[in-house]
């Protein structure tokens, strides 16, 4: 059985606010380590299901979080994993 995976674009700031904020797992704490002292964007890949794990996992963290400006940036983050979530269903 082949493993889907996604690809997504995140840049510095996104991919450190997910290893804070998120409970990503080893695989993917490993790349979004290696990008996150890189400026700009990156293309990276997951499996397929981790973007809604690291959703659920921002969800639950923005619950304790009072700053607005914060709170759209985990807004933002959210749908870029959201849409390569639903990329692969739709092909």
């Known amino acids: 059985m082949a493993i889907n995976f996604i690809e997504l674009e995140l840049s510095q700031r996104e991919s450190q606010l997910i290893l804070e ?10 790349t979004l380590t290696a990008i ?5 964007y ?3 890949k997951f ?4 973007a809604h ?3 659920a ?8 979080i009072s700053d607005s ?8 983050i959210c749908d870029v994993l959201d849409r390569a979530e639903l990329a692969i269903n739709n092909n």
Do not use: Q
């Open 53 to 55: 794990g690291l959703i």
């Open 21 to 30: 904020y998120g409970y990503p797992f080893e695989h993917e704490k490993n």
């Open 36 to 40: 996150s002292s890189l400026p700009g």
């Open 47 to 50: 499996e397929v299901g981790t």
């Open 69 to 76: 400006s914060l709170l759209m940036e985990f807004d933002a």
């Open 42 to 44: 990156h293309r990276i």
């Open 57 to 64: 996992d921002l969800v639950y963290s923005a619950k304790k």
